[in-house]
């Protein structure tokens, strides 16, 4: 095994798979795979409102399925975000200690949303929030005179985050700037995916993050909190997305929220071969649209072969 590479196959139970979904997964998977490394399955069940048991179950069934196997993880209760609140309460201390946290009573939505990873075109922060500029005072009033509970906010640095992607190149970013002060735990107490997700592939010796490219521009600021709270960050890799071409969801990324194709629906109409032979088609690693496994994937496997721009695929007509 090549030293200290450690991946994680990391679904949210919030519906079942689709070939979005997949797709980063098999990358994942091969990455690791490729460079002997040990594969995590991680369950990220932040969000109680929306996660499932029998889509996590799906989820374990659907990876199985297609060929994708796993070292270590869940169903074992340690690797479900669900049952890690202590862990980030720990994480959240040391935050607070330094003066890195702050409450924030803002906009209901963007508490609600904070939980789950962020989508495209979906708001992470306010820019205009009155909150981050309170004096202790005023914030210790609001504290004792609102009443709602607030969420709370992480102060992000005023500087240049430097991050190379495995797969996109450098990525500069300043996160006070572009991105923000981003919600860490929603005012229900629920932490939020941002915290959880970064305190959790420290924690657990991750030193490989591969996923799409819908989160890449929060990979700079997960990299910092990961530091910031002592740990390693790991090196990220990020994948094209699946874009639907065609009906109402026309230049959207195929997701759950968007009622896009579920596994239940695909391997109605796949061997697990075929789909697999497909997925690989689209993102550039063969040349013909046929069937193959994930092993046999793996002696040819290369992120050159991987296309940067994201792919169209009209998954309604995508049968074999």
């Known amino acids: 095994m090549d030293q200290d590479v450690i991946a994680r196959l990391a679904p949210s139970p919030s519906g079942y798979l689709h070939m979005g979904n997949l797709l980063s997964l098999l990358l994942a998977w091969l990455d690791c795979r490729a460079q002997n ?17 029998d889509y996590a179950e799906a989820m374990a069934d659907d990876l199985r399925w297609l060929g994708l196997d796993w070292d270590r993880g869940w169903p074992e209760p340690s690797y479900a975000q669900s049952r890690r609140t202590a862990v980030y309460e720990e994480a959240f201390a040391a935050l607070e200690a330094r003066g890195l946290v702050y409450p924030c009573w803002c906009s209901r939505a963007e508490r609600l949303a904070a939980a789950s990873a962020p989508q495209p075109g979906e708001k992470e922060h306010d820019a205009s929030c009155r909150c981050a500029r309170f004096t202790a005072d005023e914030r210790e009033a609001q504290l004792r005179a609102s009443p709602r509970p607030p969420a709370w906010k992480l102060r992000c640095p005023d500087e240049t985050l430097r991050l190379i992607d495995g ?86 990324k195929l997701s759950k929220r968007r009622g896009s194709l579920s596994m239940q629906e695909l391997r109605n109409s796949f061997r697990p071969e075929a789909l697999c032979g497909r997925l690989a088609f689209l993102c550039g690693l063969i040349d013909r649209d046929e069937p193959v496994t994930p092993r046999e994937l793996l002696a040819d496997f290369s992120w050159t072969r991987v296309k940067t721009e994201d792919i169209l695929c009209d998954e309604r007509s995508a049968h074999p």
């Open 167 to 252: 797969h996109y190149g450098e990525l500069l970013q300043n996160p006070a700037r572009e991105v923000g002060d981003f919600i860490i735990r929603r005012a229900d107490g629920v932490f939020a995916y941002q915290l959880a997700v970064s305190v959790d592939d420290w924690r657990m010796g991750v030193t490989r993050v591969v996923r799409g490219r819908d989160l890449l521009s929060s990979s700079p600021r997960q990299a910092w909190l990961i530091e910031t709270l002592g740990g390693r960050a790991p090196s990220y890799c990020h994948a094209p997305l699946l874009i639907e071409s065609g009906g109402s969801a026309a230049g959207e």
């Open 37 to 53: 490394g040990e594969l995590i399955f991680r369950m990220e069940d932040l969000d109680p409102a929306r996660s499932r048991a």
